[in-house]
């Protein structure tokens, strides 16, 4: 079976400061492994997602992931923290199973908290 | 392009009601996912329809059951409510891939629960 860890619950960065939000997986098969941001109140946005192509992974609004096989890790990075990029992170993983994909399984979150 | 249609968006019952969330997923898409999402919590897998077939089951409770019609759509009824039913109900959808090929899911707006 497939699980995410997501290793902080809350990150808080300076405006302008580089973002690191952690993220490991375990899987039986090959994953495929998505970030998604979820503003208050709002939908689940796909950031990014490693479906078995290029290791690293770019995203929008200045996101990128790379898919570390042998560290089962796929950490979200940001040069810069925007204002706007206040809100939860989900670190999302899915078996590529041979009879078919399975269903999304979701870490705990991460809450990131940008100060002017 | 089409997205992932979920109604109603808001929806207030009264304890031991019923309740019934309606899914339209994007077109040509055959896998439908419901989760639920309590405050402050992340996403937890229902139940999944590839095909019209229930094809993956999570933690949904037996007071709740789902299904997939011919056109493609999906209902999920829960009755007899309880408070801790008050959530966000989220239904996705995507091409389920086979073979080892990764596909990402695609998320509605979700249909907020509340239960008084």
């Known amino acids: 079976a497939q699980s995410v860890t997501q290793l902080d619950s809350h990150v808080s960065v300076s405006e302008g400061t580089p973002v690191l939000l952690r993220c490991n997986y375990s899987?039986?098969?090959?994953?495929?492994l998505f970030w998604y941001v979820q503003h208050p109140n709002k939908g689940l946005q796909l950031l990014l997602k490693y479906t078995s192509a290029a290791t690293l992974v770019k995203g929008i609004n200045g996101f990128e992931a790379e898919f570390k096989k042998s560290e089962t890790s796929f950490h979200l990075t940001k040069p810069s923290a925007h204002m706007s990029d206040a809100a939860e992170y989900f670190c999302?993983?899915?078996?590529?199973?041979?009879?078919?994909?399975?269903?999304?399984?979701f870490g705990k979150g991460t809450r990131l908290s940008v100060i002017a | 392009a089409a997205g992932v249609i979920q109604s109603p968006r808001h929806l207030i019952k009264e304890k031991r009601e019923t309740a019934t969330l309606k899914c339209y997923p994007i077109p040509r898409h055959d896998t439908v996912y419901w989760y639920q999402q309590g405050p402050g919590q992340d996403p937890q897998f229902l139940i999944s329809?590839?095909?019209?077939?229930?094809?993956d089951k999570g933690s949904i409770p037996d007071r709740f059951s789902a299904q997939q019609f011919s056109d493609y759509h999906s209902e999920l009824n829960m009755s007899s409510l309880e408070l801790g039913d008050s959530a966000l109900y989220f239904c996705a959808s995507s091409l389920r891939g086979r073979g080892g090929v990764g596909t990402e899911a695609f998320f509605g707006q979700g249909t907020r629960l509340t239960v008084v």
């Open positions: 899987s039986s098969y090959s994953p495929s």
């Open positions: 329809f590839y095909e019209k077939m229930q094809s």
């Open positions: 999302v993983v899915s078996d590529r199973a041979p009879a078919g994909n399975t269903p999304l399984v």
